[in-house]
Every structure is written in structure tokens, then in C-alpha cells.
């Protein structure tokens, strides 16, 4: 058990159907990280790296069934094992309902045959691993060990998917994804092409209470949600279903005038419910207005207008608006000595706050500014500086990815458009 309980991390089990011998395939472990270069950086942590002893559940399927799974133990680095009769159309399939620790990689052509699988039948596949499929995708493309459109192809056959654990596994991948991309000059071909795959499914679940014959079914994704809100402003009575009030908070503050956010401000103040305020208070941050985040901002450190456990949160949601990255970055740094007095004992609370201002940080003067910030500031040597050690990762995989991947990214991207 070594393995699992004196080193961090898990591995990531990769697959591989042999041509020779016939029904075989090699099966390989290595420590899984996002950043490979973490490895030069902390090599008192990596030459030691011990095998895992790890339990792979295996099936083999194909386009009307899947056979029963076998358990298969790997120790070593590299192992070659026999399974059933594998044919040319026969997929494999391991960790079979995510019950492992570990993530799984596969050959590309493994791959191809799993998505197309999914595209005529996903249903010959379990819900809990349509989902472990989506999640290793997007987490393998990420840290380099596939080709960045194989979760893009991926996420084409969500229009056939009717369970909620898989649509979350790509909801959870896409929000980083697109939290990567979303300051980018082509983050539109990015956008139009998840919305292009989610269109048809948005169609059909369609907005509660809305009528199929209502005007929205002809109009644009945001007009609902704000119809909703100017009907809230206009009666002063909330009618809005609590299940989508975070959709259509965010779309009205972010898309209608600076009087929509005053009257959300007023909401938050009045308001006696815990869990409309956390609501509301997060569909402030929504804003493209920098002076509002501003005075958010500075309103988050007096307790008589923000509790003190809702602080952390406004920092964080500015930090995840891409109009205001900039601004809840910045304010940190300003800011940090008088957070961390504040927040530097409740360990889970500061770590939560590095985190949220930094993981979506990826461009090499954001890289530089943290390097700067640390070294200029105690906070490196403070009781938060596992937690900065690990923001410095992030930071760094996120740029290295703009730096290897992002033009290929792109570049699949325009091509898809294009047919």
C-alpha cells in the first residue's frame, strides 16, 4: 500500500491493444500530472516515485453488447496481460464504474472506437462511466497525454445523453476549459461550438413554466432570463423558479443596465435567507461593469455590509469573471496583508481564497506577477505557502498549455467550422 500512502498523487493507467500476441494488451502506470515539469521543480518528491498496486476492472464491448469484466492487478510499471477475443471493432474499457482511484488513457483508435460507440448507442456503456470517460478526456487532453480535439469529439454525442452524471462530468471540464480560453481572440469559435452541441438538449428540457408555443422558442438564450428579472423589478415579487434563480441573476446583471445590479445590491441587503443571499451576492460578481466589481470589493471587507464568511466568495467570483480577472487579481495583492490577518489561521478558508484569485491565471505576466508577488511579499513563507506553492503549479500548466496547445486547439476549431 506504499504507493497510495506515502506519496501524493495517483497514477494514470494507459491501455493498449497488442497486435502480437493475438487477444493481449499492455497496460502501463506513471504518476498523473498536469504539469510534467513539476518534476524537475520537485525532484525530491518524484526519484522516489514508487509503483502503485492497483486493481483495474476490465470489458471489452462492441456496438450490442459488453462482455463481463475482468479483474486485472497491476504492480509494475509496464505489464502484458491476455483478455478476451478482441476484433478489430472491439473496445476496451477499464475501470469499469469509477471505482478505482486512478485515471485511465487508452490508444487513439480505443479512443475513436469508444466515441463512436457513444455517438450510436451510449447506453451499452454505464452512466458511471460515460462520466469517467468525459472527466479522463478533458483531464489527458489537459495535461498533454492526447490530442487536445478528442474531448471537443467527445462531447458531440451529449444531444443522445438523457442522464445527469455525465452532462455534470462535461459541465465540470468545460467551465475550466472555457475559463482558459475565455480571454482569448478566438474564444468565439470555442463558445459556438459547445453551444452548438448543447443546443438541441437546451431546446428540449426548454425553461419551466414557458409554454411550447411562446415566443422564446424563436428568440436568443438570454432573453428569458431577462424577461424574468424585469418582471421581478416591475411587481417587486419573485417569481422566479429557485432551481434556475443562478442562471438568471447572473444574465440579468450581466447584460441589462447598472439599475438591475443596484436593485440586486438592495435584494442581497434585505434579504433574511442564507442561501438567496449566497445567490445573489454571486450574481453581483456577473457584472461587466469594473466600477461596480470595484465597489463590490471594497464593500466585501466592511461586515456590516458583507458577513464575513461571504468574503472569500465575492473575491473568488470576480476573479472567475473574465471581464474582471484583472481587478479581484490586483485587489489580492493590495489587500493581502489585511485577508490573510483576517483569514491566515482558517487554513481552508485562505487556501480557498489563493486558489480561486490564481487557477485561472495563464498568461506569462500573470506567471511573472505571482513569482513577483511572492518574493516581494511574506506571503511565500507565511502558513499559506503550500497553498501558493501549488497556485505557482497551476499558474505555470496553465500558461505552458496557452504555449503548446492552444494554437492546435484553434486550429481544429476552425476547421470543424468550416465542415
Given at each position: 500500500m506504499d504507493g497510495w500512502t506515502v506519496q501524493m498523487g495517483y497514477p494514470v493507467v494507459t491501455v493498449s491493444k497488442n497486435e502480437s500476441p493475438e487477444n493481449t494488451v499492455?497496460?502501463?502506470?506513471?504518476?498523473?500530472?498536469?504539469?510534467?515539469?513539476?518534476?524537475?521543480?520537485?525532484?525530491?518528491?518524484?526519484?522516489?516515485?514508487?509503483?502503485?498496486?492497483?486493481?483495474?476492472?476490465?470489458?471489452?464491448?462492441?456496438?450490442?453488447?459488453?462482455?463481463?469484466?475482468?479483474?486485472?492487478?497491476?504492480?509494475?510499471?509496464t505489464e502484458m496481460h491476455r483478455v478476451g477475443r478482441i476484433g478489430e471493432e472491439t473496445w476496451l474499457l477499464g475501470n469499469i464504474n469509477q471505482t478505482g482511484y486512478f485515471r485511465v488513457n487508452y490508444d487513439l483508435h480505443n479512443w475513436r472506437l469508444l466515441i463512436q460507440q457513444l455517438m450510436i448507442n451510449p447506453t451499452i456503456i454505464s452512466v458511471g462511466n460515460r462520466?469517467?470517460?468525459?472527466?479522463?478526456?478533458?483531464?489527458?487532453?489537459?495535461?498533454?497525454?492526447?490530442?487536445?480535439?478528442?474531448?471537443?469529439?467527445?462531447i458531440c454525442y451529449l444531444s443522445k445523453?438523457?442522464?445527469?452524471?455525465?452532462?455534470?462530468?462535461?459541465?465540470?471540464?468545460?467551465?475550466?476549459?472555457?475559463?482558459?480560453?475565455?480571454r482569448t481572440?478566438?474564444?468565439?469559435?470555442?463558445?459556438?461550438?459547445?453551444?452548438?452541441?448543447?443546443?438541441?438538449?437546451?431546446?428540449?428540457?426548454?425553461?419551466?413554466?414557458?409554454?411550447?408555443?411562446?415566443?422564446?422558442?424563436?428568440?436568443?438564450?438570454?432573453?428569458?432570463?431577462?424577461?424574468?428579472?424585469?418582471?421581478?423589478?416591475?411587481?417587486?415579487?419573485?417569481?422566479?423558479?429557485?432551481?434556475?434563480?443562478?442562471?438568471?441573476?447572473?444574465?440579468?446583471?450581466?447584460l441589462m443596465d447598472e439599475d438591475v445590479w443596484d436593485f440586486m445590491w438592495m435584494k442581497f441587503q434585505s434579504s433574511s435567507t442564507i442561501s438567496e443571499k449566497k445567490v445573489l451576492l454571486e450574481a453581483l460578481t456577473c457584472s461587466d461593469n469594473t466600477f461596480l466589481l470595484h465597489r463590490l470589493l471594497n464593500a466585501s471587507l466592511n461586515s456590516d455590509l458583507?458577513?464575513?464568511?461571504?468574503?472569500?466568495?465575492?473575491?473568488?467570483?470576480?476573479?472567475?469573471?473574465?471581464?474582471?480577472?484583472?481587478?479581484?487579481?490586483?485587489?489580492?495583492?493590495?489587500?493581502?496583508?489585511?485577508?490573510?490577518s483576517r483569514f491566515g489561521e482558517a487554513l481552508f478558508l485562505n487556501s480557498k481564497l489563493i486558489s480561486g484569485v490564481t487557477e485561472f491565471l495563464n498568461t506569462q505576466r500573470e506567471l511573472d506577477e505571482l513569482k513577483d508577488f511572492l518574493q516581494t511579499s511574506?506571503?511565500?513563507?507565511?502558513?499559506?505557502?503550500?497553498?501558493?506553492?501549488?497556485?505557482?503549479?497551476?499558474?505555470?500548466?496553465?500558461?505552458?498549455?496557452?504555449?503548446?496547445?492552444?494554437?492546435?486547439?484553434?486550429?481544429?476549431?476552425r476547421k470543424s467550422s468550416d465542415g
Amino acid at each position: 500500500m506504499d504507493g497510495w500512502t506515502v506519496q501524493m498523487g495517483y497514477p494514470v493507467v494507459t491501455v493498449s491493444k497488442n497486435e502480437s500476441p493475438e487477444n493481449t494488451v499492455t497496460i502501463s502506470q506513471e504518476h498523473f500530472l498536469y504539469d510534467t515539469n513539476a518534476k524537475i521543480h520537485h525532484r525530491q518528491l518524484f526519484n522516489q516515485s514508487l509503483q502503485w498496486q492497483i486493481p483495474l476492472n476490465l470489458a471489452l464491448g462492441n456496438f450490442s453488447h459488453t462482455s463481463s469484466e475482468s479483474l486485472i492487478w497491476i504492480s509494475n510499471k509496464t505489464e502484458m496481460h491476455r483478455v478476451g477475443r478482441i476484433g478489430e471493432e472491439t473496445w476496451l474499457l477499464g475501470n469499469i464504474n469509477q471505482t478505482g482511484y486512478f485515471r485511465v488513457n487508452y490508444d487513439l483508435h480505443n479512443w475513436r472506437l469508444l466515441i463512436q460507440q457513444l455517438m450510436i448507442n451510449p447506453t451499452i456503456i454505464s452512466v458511471g462511466n460515460r462520466a469517467g470517460l468525459m472527466d479522463d478526456a478533458f483531464s489527458l487532453a489537459r495535461a498533454g497525454y492526447l490530442p487536445q480535439n478528442l474531448p471537443l469529439q467527445i462531447i458531440c454525442y451529449l444531444s443522445k445523453e438523457d442522464e445527469f452524471l455525465p452532462w455534470h462530468a462535461a459541465s465540470r471540464a468545460l467551465y475550466q476549459l472555457d475559463k482558459l480560453l475565455d480571454r482569448t481572440e478566438d474564444y468565439s469559435l470555442f463558445s459556438s461550438y459547445v453551444l452548438k452541441q448543447v443546443e438541441q438538449k437546451y431546446h428540449k428540457l426548454d425553461w419551466p413554466n414557458v409554454k411550447v408555443g411562446d415566443s422564446f422558442k424563436q428568440s436568443t438564450y438570454h432573453t428569458e432570463p431577462c424577461h424574468h428579472v424585469s418582471e421581478w423589478i416591475s411587481s417587486n415579487k419573485n417569481r422566479i423558479p429557485p432551481s434556475i434563480r443562478d442562471v438568471v441573476y447572473c444574465t440579468g446583471v450581466s447584460l441589462m443596465d447598472e439599475d438591475v445590479w443596484d436593485f440586486m445590491w438592495m435584494k442581497f441587503q434585505s434579504s433574511s435567507t442564507i442561501s438567496e443571499k449566497k445567490v445573489l451576492l454571486e450574481a453581483l460578481t456577473c457584472s461587466d461593469n469594473t466600477f461596480l466589481l470595484h465597489r463590490l470589493l471594497n464593500a466585501s471587507l466592511n461586515s456590516d455590509l458583507v458577513p464575513d464568511q461571504d468574503v472569500i466568495d465575492v473575491i473568488v467570483h470576480v476573479g472567475r469573471n473574465p471581464h474582471a480577472r484583472h481587478l479581484a487579481w490586483r485587489y489580492f495583492r493590495e489587500k493581502w496583508d489585511e485577508l490573510n490577518s483576517r483569514f491566515g489561521e482558517a487554513l481552508f478558508l485562505n487556501s480557498k481564497l489563493i486558489s480561486g484569485v490564481t487557477e485561472f491565471l495563464n498568461t506569462q505576466r500573470e506567471l511573472d506577477e505571482l513569482k513577483d508577488f511572492l518574493q516581494t511579499s511574506a506571503a511565500g513563507a507565511s502558513a499559506s505557502a503550500s497553498a501558493f506553492s501549488r497556485a505557482l503549479e497551476v499558474v505555470r500548466a496553465n500558461v505552458k498549455w496557452h504555449q503548446l496547445y492552444r494554437e492546435r486547439f484553434f486550429q481544429w476549431l476552425r476547421k470543424s467550422s468550416d465542415g
